[in-house]
């Protein structure tokens, strides 16, 4: 009989769930040990999204926990480091927030949330009311930790006097978890109401870590790395991992050895170029990582179909304003140039500012820079001296964002250029091949190239089809088809103007050595010889335009022929 698979944790943010449960899990647990040893008071840690944040807080929290159930580690690294566990595990009063859920479109509302959030928290500990530990001060102040109306002071204190309490309870300090203490800060910024949030997360953190006796230690994670001066003023015990971190490096995320192992489990090892190209590349601190999300996501895909192409699934989780905004800057050709040599491949030495607060996000050009670094889209190659860092694109699934926002930029601009635009269409009409010529290599000088340094040559046309497409979108009226399969093959792009008389062919061609004149015949003579004009004369067309487009680079030939 087949032994059945684990399955695969996608989405699983619970750690005892995912051990329980039969799932799949790649030990992260030496975590847990590199904390303790590389002992911190606050530890605030900065990842991308979906690196397996939220799962490695739910492990910490089932770790120290003192009604945790601990027969969820065994078989795990940390169970062998027995001293250690011995003197740990099991032993503290944990408080676990989880701020990602306040996204809200006004103040008052966000607000509301963060008190739901905390009454939630609270009444985990609803033994406290009858504590004899605790005196009927301190009872009085449990019971207004449950009121969902308390005021922004009560609400600022909370956690320190949750903290306090259970102290008392447990006569144990208490381990206290913030994961995503950024969110709130990124929802209010995009909704207007940044100052007001900004104060109530700075009093909730300040009390809770600064001024805390009852605290053991303190982790936190975000995206940002928000300056200390906003939200962690005064906090001199806060030790910052970033991406560029070389400690806790192989904590977040997959190395090459798990992704080995996991493909190997799941009989699926043929497929592990394509998820070394899609997802690997990211670089923390000395470790090369995979993001887990998109690794497990096409793991799954592929064990029911092996010949699915790879997607990017964690792009389809978040909005790419950052890519977005970055690409609109391109209208300075230096950006321009720049954003052309990271999708070709290359690396780009840029000074990064790991500190930001959100209002100085999109004001210059250098933070982006620093955005797309800490929020995953772009990657540090080779050792950083200084703040001086080498980017790069870190695989295909993220130059592919790159590459969709450079194309809808395209477009959006394309529709406000409607003279120009016209004309083009006009002279494909009239068969002024000259004119189409003339404006579409102004077009090319204009937009980002996509370089495909890597590709075959097939789909180097892509990136001019696009543009073309891109173009010819602004007749509304028009027949156009792509790739449709016509006689022998596929016609490249066939336009049908709403004369109703007349039918275009256009075969694109990229001429790989430069040699735009033979790339142009060739186009003509794949038009020819595919019959392609066959189905435009079945439908009485008689007048019948064959356009052969040749291009390199920024550089394009056109040919036409007339049926």
Same mark, same amino acid.
């Given at each position: 009989?087949?032994?059945?698979?684990?399955?695969?944790?996608?989405?699983?943010?619970?750690?005892?769930?995912?051990?329980?449960?039969?799932?799949?899990?790649?030990?992260?647990?030496?975590?847990?040990?590199?904390?303790?040893?590389?002992?911190?008071?606050?530890?605030?840690?900065?990842?991308?999204?979906?690196?397996?944040?939220?799962?490695?807080?739910?492990?910490?929290?089932?770790?120290?926990?003192?009604?945790?159930?601990?027969?969820?580690?065994?078989?795990?690294?940390?169970?062998?480091?027995?001293?250690?566990?011995?003197?740990?595990?099991?032993?503290?009063?944990?408080?676990?927030?989880?701020?990602?859920?306040?996204?809200?479109?006004?103040?008052?509302?966000?607000?509301?949330?963060?008190?739901?959030?905390?009454?939630?928290?609270?009444?985990?500990?609803?033994?406290?009311?009858?504590?004899?530990?605790?005196?009927?001060?301190?009872?009085?102040?449990?019971?207004?930790?449950?009121?969902?109306?308390?005021?922004?002071?009560?609400?600022?204190?909370?956690?320190?006097?949750?903290?306090?309490?259970?102290?008392?309870?447990?006569?144990?300090?208490?381990?206290?978890?913030?994961?995503?203490?950024?969110?709130?800060?990124?929802?209010?910024?995009?909704?207007?109401?940044?100052?007001?949030?900004?104060?109530?997360?700075?009093?909730?953190?300040?009390?809770?870590?600064?001024?805390?006796?009852?605290?053991?230690?303190?982790?936190?994670?975000?995206?940002?790395?928000?300056?200390?001066?906003?939200?962690?003023?005064?906090?001199?015990?806060?030790?910052?991992?970033?991406?560029?971190?070389?400690?806790?490096?192989?904590?977040?995320?997959? &190395?090459?050895?798990?992704?080995?192992?996991?493909?190997?489990?799941?009989?699926? &090892?043929?497929?592990?170029?394509?998820?070394?190209?899609?997802?690997?590349?990211?670089?923390?601190?000395?470790?090369?990582?995979?993001?887990?999300?998109?690794?497990?996501?096409?793991?799954?895909?592929?064990?029911?179909?092996?010949?699915?192409?790879?997607?990017?699934?964690?792009?389809?989780?978040?909005?790419?304003?950052?890519?977005?905004?970055?690409?609109?800057?391109?209208?300075?050709?230096?950006?321009?140039?720049?954003?052309?040599?990271?999708?070709?491949?290359?690396?780009?030495?840029?000074?990064?500012?790991?500190?930001?607060?959100?209002?100085?996000?999109?004001?210059?050009?250098?933070?982006?820079?620093?955005?797309?670094?800490?929020?995953?889209?772009?990657?540090?190659?080779?050792?950083?001296?200084?703040?001086?860092?080498?980017?790069?694109?870190?695989?295909?699934?993220?130059?592919?964002?790159?590459?969709?926002? $450079?194309?809808?930029?395209?477009?959006?601009?394309?529709?406000?250029?409607?003279?120009?635009?016209?004309?083009?269409?006009?002279?494909?009409?009239?068969?002024?091949?000259?004119?189409?010529?003339?404006?579409?290599?102004?077009?090319?000088?204009?937009?980002?190239?996509?370089?495909?340094?890597?590709?075959?040559?097939?789909?180097?046309?892509?990136?001019?089809?696009?543009?073309?497409?891109?173009?010819?979108?602004?007749?509304?009226?028009?027949?156009?088809?792509?790739?449709?399969?016509?006689?022998?093959?596929?016609?490249? $792009?066939?336009?049908?103007?709403?004369?109703?008389?007349?039918?275009?062919?256009?075969?694109?061609?990229?001429?790989?050595?430069?040699?735009?004149?033979?790339?142009?015949?060739?186009?003509?003579?794949?038009?020819?010889?595919?019959?392609?004009?066959?189905?435009?004369?079945?439908?009485?067309?008689?007048?019948?335009?064959?356009?052969?487009?040749?291009?390199?680079?920024?550089?394009?030939?056109?040919?036409?022929?007339?049926?």
């Amino acid at each position: 009989m087949e032994m059945r698979k684990k399955k695969l944790p996608i989405g699983i943010e619970d750690f005892e769930e995912l051990r329980k449960e039969e799932f799949y899990y790649i030990d992260k647990t030496e975590f847990i040990a590199e904390l303790l040893y590389n002992w911190g008071a606050v530890n605030l840690f900065t990842r991308p999204r979906r690196f397996g944040k939220s799962l490695n807080m739910s492990m910490l929290e089932h770790f120290f926990s003192v009604n945790g159930d601990k027969s969820i580690f065994n078989g795990l690294n940390i169970a062998k480091k027995t001293t250690l566990c011995e003197e740990y595990m099991g032993k503290y009063p944990v408080i676990s927030v989880s701020l990602k859920g306040i996204d809200a479109k006004s103040y008052e509302m966000a607000y509301q949330m963060a008190v739901q959030i905390m009454t939630e928290i609270a009444a985990k500990y609803y033994f406290l009311a009858d504590s004899e530990k605790l005196n009927e001060n301190d009872k009085s102040k449990y019971r207004k930790l449950l009121d969902d109306s308390m005021k922004e002071s009560l609400f600022g204190n909370s956690l320190k006097l949750l903290s306090g309490m259970l102290e008392k309870h447990y006569g144990a300090k208490v381990v206290l978890l913030i994961d995503e203490y950024d969110v709130p800060l990124a929802k209010a910024f995009a909704n207007g109401y940044y100052e007001q949030m900004v104060f109530l997360i700075r009093s909730l953190l300040g009390q809770a870590l600064k001024t805390n006796s009852s605290l053991k230690f303190a982790v936190l994670t975000g995206c940002l790395r928000i300056s200390k001066e906003s939200i962690f003023t005064g906090l001199n015990n806060l030790k910052v991992l970033t991406l560029a971190d070389e400690r806790f490096d192989e904590c977040f995320g997959f &190395t090459d050895q798990e992704v080995k192992e996991l493909l190997e489990y799941y009989d699926v &090892t043929d497929h592990y170029e394509t998820v070394k190209k899609w997802y690997d590349g990211y670089q923390f601190g000395n470790a090369e990582v995979y993001c887990p999300w998109d690794v497990l996501n096409h793991c799954d895909r592929i064990r029911n179909e092996p010949y699915v192409w790879p997607e990017n699934y964690w792009i389809n989780t978040s909005s790419n304003d950052a890519v977005k905004r970055f690409i609109q800057e391109s209208a300075n050709a230096a950006v321009k140039r720049e954003i052309e040599r990271l999708v070709a491949g290359e690396a780009i030495v840029k000074e990064i500012r790991q500190e930001l607060t959100y209002p100085e996000i999109y004001q210059t050009i250098d933070n982006i820079w620093s955005l797309l670094f800490t929020t995953g889209y772009l990657t540090k190659r080779g050792k950083a001296e200084g703040r001086q860092m080498k980017l790069a694109i870190p695989n295909l699934a993220v130059r592919d964002v790159f590459v969709t926002q $450079i194309m809808e930029f395209f477009q959006e601009n394309v529709r406000e250029d409607g003279n120009t635009l016209n004309g083009f269409c006009q002279a494909l009409q009239d068969g002024n091949a000259e004119d189409v010529e003339k404006i579409f290599t102004g077009y090319l000088k204009k937009t980002i190239s996509i370089r495909d340094t890597a590709v075959r040559t097939d789909m180097k046309e892509n990136f001019y089809h696009g543009v073309l497409l891109g173009i010819l979108g602004v007749k509304s009226q028009w027949g156009i088809s792509s790739n449709q399969e016509m006689g022998e093959g596929y016609a490249d $792009i066939l336009v049908e103007p709403d004369t109703g008389d007349i039918g275009i062919i256009i075969e694109v061609k990229y001429a790989h050595n430069g040699d735009l004149e033979a790339a142009g015949r060739e186009a003509l003579k794949q038009i020819a010889y595919t019959r392609y004009e066959e189905d435009l004369v079945d439908d009485g067309i008689e007048n019948i335009l064959k356009y052969g487009i040749a291009c390199y680079k920024k550089r394009c030939r056109v040919m036409m022929e007339r049926k």
